[in-house]
């Protein structure tokens, strides 16, 4: 028994030893900017000029702050309408080509190369695609060139001057670049239910759709848990493609400023007390938004 036990004792020793690695990262570029953020949050800490202001210690000062101005509800509404602008193509293509793709019976031919090309957008740059699409769908760009040739408009059409269709490029941008990732998640889960499910419900007379609503998708639940919260923190976080196809202004009437964006302008004015306690604040959203994900779906329920 003690031989035993001492080799469990050494066998241990050697994973923490494995554990040092990732331990020793988290603590340096996790740990410590997370607890550096929510101490500069309670402190007046910014340039005025050339002036250094603070640090100076002042509570709940950049909290009530941030509340009471207003615009942190508006930024909020518009990162949560743009990731739903995004989320919701975005899932229901990518369950479409994953049952498309997972699909024995279809019998296709060249899906390699076809999931290669679903999951080539997502290697493409933010920054490519925004200037891209900036360039396409700029006033004088060849969307509108096609527009006024086919006889849809008479001028060009400002698509990033209205509301709709700027947020609609934001929206299929992400879409675009994130969809073939979500393709390869939904599919590595279908792959992995049992055939002889499938096989079974087919003998029954089953239908494509009824094996796909009755037996596919519940079994994908907790792969489409992870997708849904690793897209909700992923949209929380949007902010290079807006930033860059509106200059960072969030323009028109600031309704593609996101959250991050809002945080951007506070980190360029080196205002690090008001940086901290948004970050602070999108930091406790996001961990509600995700519980309140976990707990719809069900996922936090254990069956004894």
Not at 41 to 57: A, D, R
Request: with cysteine; aromatic share 14%; net charge positive.
């Amino acid at each position: 028994m003690k031989k035993s036990s001492g080799k469990v004792v050494r066998y241990n020793k050697w994973g923490y030893i494995f554990l040092i690695p990732f331990i020793v990262v988290y603590v340096i570029f996790q740990l410590i900017p997370l607890v550096s953020t929510i101490y500069n949050s309670f402190f007046e800490n910014y340039m005025s000029g050339l002036t250094q202001v603070g640090p100076k210690f002042v509570g709940l000062a950049n909290y009530q702050k941030l509340f009471s101005d207003g615009d942190i509800w508006v930024y909020t509404k518009n990162t949560m309408v743009l990731w739903i602008m995004c989320f919701v193509p975005q899932i229901i293509l990518s369950l479409v080509l994953g049952a498309w793709f997972s699909d024995v019976r279809l019998k296709l031919k060249g899906t390699r190369f076809f999931k290669t090309v679903v999951y080539l957008p997502n290697l493409i740059m933010a920054s490519a695609f925004s200037m891209l699409f900036f360039t396409l769908f700029s006033d004088g760009g060849p969307i509108n060139s096609m527009l006024m040739q086919i006889g849809l408009v008479d001028t060009p059409y400002k698509f990033l001057s209205n509301v709709g269709s700027a947020r609609g490029l934001i929206a299929l941008m992400n879409c675009l670049m994130w969809f073939g990732n979500t393709t390869i998640l939904l599919m590595a889960g279908m792959m992995g239910i049992d055939t002889s499910l499938f096989e079974a419900a087919e003998v029954d007379g089953a239908t494509s759709s009824q094996v796909f609503w009755q037996i596919t998708l519940p079994l994908l639940r907790p792969i489409l848990v992870y997708v849904v919260i690793t897209s909700l923190i992923g949209g929380l976080q949007l902010f290079d493609v807006p930033q860059i196809l509106t200059n960072g202004t969030g323009d028109p009437m600031r309704s593609t400023m996101t959250l991050i964006m809002f945080l951007n302008k506070h980190l360029y004015s080196k205002n690090y007390g008001m940086a901290g306690a948004l970050s602070v604040v999108l930091f406790i959203i996001t961990g509600i938004l995700s519980l309140v994900v976990f707990k719809i779906t069900g996922n936090d329920k254990r069956k004894g």
